[in-house]
């Protein structure tokens, strides 16, 4: 089935230093592949998707790309701030499984000033 | 504004009452999903429902069952509740189609089960 790995965490940087979040997956057909962000307290929200190989998908400084040869969505920021401090999902869905999505199991991020 | 609601942010109930959360979409979505998430092993998908009436069990249904009777509306029922379901649990909904469209999610109810 459907799986996705995440890098362990946490993580914890300094403020404007560079972010790398790794993902990679397994998947059957070829599935969209997004990150989410949960916020202390709140629940997720989208913060950027792919849906086919070598798409970027960007949002607030974030980036990630689909690598279909590397299996990987690697979540990436050049300079992270202390409100960046989250849970980031990696997550993927198959075309033909209705929006249903497989999550990753989470890495926090604390940034501290 | 999109919007999915929870019923409760943080409940308490002792072993073996019945609970109920629920989840309210106003962005006319037919999918609706219920998660619950726990430290190191993310969100898990409990149940699904594509449609008013129509349910899909997820990857941990067990000890847990679901209701859709109106589009906007879809709850999570704990029939006997164990000190093991203490959790958060997610709501969210999406479009229904063959793409991938987005999941919005509420802001998650914390359950503790004593």
Known sequence: GDSVTQMEGPVTLSEEAFLTINCTYTATGYPSLFWYVQYPGEGLQLLLKATKADDKGSNKGFEATYRKETTSFHLEKGSVQVSDSAVYFCALSDPGANSKLTFGKGITLSVRP | ?114
Request: proline share 3%; glycine share 8%; charged share 25%.
């Open chain 2, 1 to 114: 504004d999109v919007k999915v609601t929870q019923s409760s942010r943080y409940l308490v109930k002792r072993t073996g009452e019945k609970v109920f959360l629920e989840c309210v979409q106003d962005m006319d979505h037919e999918n609706m999903f219920w998660y619950r998430q726990d430290p190191g092993l993310g969100l898990r998908l409990i149940y699904f429902s594509y449609d008013v009436k129509m349910k899909e069990k997820g990857d941990i249904p067990e000890g847990y069952s679901v209701s859709r009777e109106k589009k906007e509306r879809f709850s999570l029922i704990l029939e006997s509740a164990s000190t093991n379901q203490t959790s958060m649990y997610l709501c969210a909904s999406s479009f229904r189609g063959y793409g991938s469209y987005e999941q919005y999610f509420g802001p998650g109810t914390r359950l503790t089960v004593t």
